[in-house]
DNA sequence: CTGAAAGCGCTAACAG
DNA sequence: CTGTTAGCGCTTTCAG
């Protein structure tokens, strides 16, 4: 009748010891395995409450699963982000796994970085949200623990992809304003120079997508692209780029809301109204679009079921690691707010 | 000289071998402990890049370390949290840790849950953003694994704390508001019942400051809180209370820039103009309050400071357990912007 | 259906 | 300074 020492945690043994039973049963009943008597599952789930116990996930990991899946976000600034983060949280929520998120910065090294952490972490699965890790890392990974990429096109045999059509979502915009009128409407993109990544990137179809919408159009001789990143900063550069044109835009396509953000910023600065100097439309639908200052228009491609889907692929896989790949497009909304409108007239 | 099977993974035991060593001795070289020769060194060196040879975290937590940190975040939409992220992986991103971050979902089970997650998972130590857990349940999570608590505050023995002196942080924004002539301030808070937590959650204290700074300038007749939360949709709900009172506030402060966001949204909808009708100061100084079309009145404080002082604790903390606690304190700073002016006239 | 025993990859004692 | 050996807590054969 000792108490237990301090700081020992407790173990299966203990809980074997305590229902009279081998920690064989007890691996059993934690897994839910097959073959135990509902007697016998009923004493180690007793002994279990009783002792407080709980697995030790690193020591599961050595021989199983360690029931932890790694997000990997670029850019945890992003507000688009956590809507694919609840989406997978939705669904994750329920099981008994754990998510785990690290930030791969938008850079290839951290990205690797990253990956190498989650794979030497024994996770059984893990989300890569529009990685620009080139496709053979990708594949590497996914070649050693099931891996679902989100936001990124191509099709791969051993990843699942789900990926919004960023193609139509960009001529959803390009659209509507060629409809508002604007002939001088001008795309700022995240930059994308390495040939094999062109036609994955979401932010190189979004501006390949701006492209052959403009030349739908009959606008081709208009088409005007600035690159610089999917960010706040981005955005701002950009945007005075932009407006030190001798004949500037009447409208901006910013390939992200982040990056909206900095168009605004800047086309304040230069003392410019928005929708009636100049119409501005993001990507996302993030919730600061929303928001009635800003009222952004935007492409929704809903980001929670995104997420969703991609919980449910990796489930999917971690279940069958032999079956067929998966890639699920999901299909982009224009919100039109008031941050566009009819361009000022010549 | 046949290759590798396919799927295994290389272990100390290929490298000790390649470099005609014993385990022990290349295990040393990973962790860089006392006792190696230079020769020895650089074979161990060799073999592990020849082999491409990485230690499993998984394994190496069941005796040793698992050289990952985890980060549990309130909600990773509000922007001021990537401050802090940053701050933490500037420090550590020079070390061998890796950092995994999760999310607390503002809820005492999901922090209890992801606490639990990360003391299973071996972790070798913890960050707790603006965690709203008992303080029991902090103290236990601080005997188990070294811990630092961020944005809260109040002294433990048995966990380091960061913290920004809210008190002060809330006065600023008063005696801003006061000076440009406002008597009618209101606040949005996020709502705080539990008598135990009054004392040391951020939110409370800025509540509780905005109290001492309103009596302070004589105007404690006019003390007005709402409680909400601090979300976007906290501030929209708050604002939407504030605005239908029969005298309704000239200033608001919202709790959060996060809350700023929400107030903005309602002001705006009812028509009302900022700064001319009412104006509105947030608190975290967050990027979007610098953005030009929003420009808001905020309190900075530093959050990649209090990031940065955070790693730094907890890595001396893992190394020297027994090390007193420390209580970092960081002082705010007023950012005034367009979004406070002069009350309208009476 | 249940249990004994081996071993996952690594580190920590302890010898030499 | 180097190597041998014994586990960490769990899952997994493989017998009973």
Chains 1, 2 share one sequence.
Do not use: C
């Amino acid at each position: 009748m000792e108490p237990p020492a301090q700081h020992r945690r407790v173990t299966i043994v203990d809980v074997a010891r305590h229902a009279q039973v081998s920690t064989t049963t007890v691996s059993k009943v934690l897994r839910n395995a097959y073959g135990t008597s509902p007697q016998m599952r009923a004493k180690v789930r007793q002994a279990i409450a009783d002792l407080g116990y709980r697995p030790y996930a690193a020591a599961r990991g050595m021989r199983g699963q360690t029931y932890t899946i790694g997000v990997m976000l670029p850019d945890i600034r992003n507000p688009f982000f956590p809507e694919i983060v609840d989406g997978l949280t939705d669904i994750l929520w329920e099981t008994d796994y754990q998510v785990l998120m690290a930030p791969g910065r938008n850079g290839e090294k951290a990205e690797a970085r990253v990956t190498e952490a989650m794979i030497d972490r024994g996770m059984d699965g893990v989300v890569l949200v529009a990685p620009i890790s080139s496709r053979t890392h990708l594949e590497h990974v996914a070649g050693i623990v099931p891996t679902v990429v989100v936001g990124r096109h191509g099709h791969s045999a051993v990843y699942d992809t789900v990926s919004d059509d960023d193609l139509t979502g960009a001529a959803l915009v390009v659209d509507h304003l060629a409809d508002l009128g604007h002939r001088r409407i001008a795309h700022i993109e995240h930059s994308e120079t390495d040939p094999r990544r062109i036609a994955e990137m979401p932010n190189a179809i979004r501006a390949e997508g701006y492209r052959q919408a403009m030349r739908a159009r009959g606008l081709e001789d208009e088409i005007d692209i600035v690159s610089t990143t999917y960010t706040q900063q981005g955005g701002y550069l950009g945007a005075q780029q932009l407006l030190a044109r001798p004949d500037r835009p009447t409208a901006i396509f910013a390939g992200a809301d982040i990056v909206a953000t900095g168009v605004l910023q800047a086309v304040s600065e230069a003392g410019l109204a928005v929708p009636d100097d100049i119409s501005i439309a993001g990507y996302d639908n993030t919730s600061f679009a929303a928001l009635g200052p800003i009222s952004l228009t935007s492409v929704d491609q809903a980001g929670r079921h995104i997420g969703a889907n991609a919980a449910k692929l990796l489930l999917e896989r971690i279940a069958d690691r032999t079956r067929p790949t998966a890639q699920v497009k999901l299909s982009p909304t224009l919100v039109a707010r008031r941050t566009t409108a009819p361009p000022p007239p010549a």
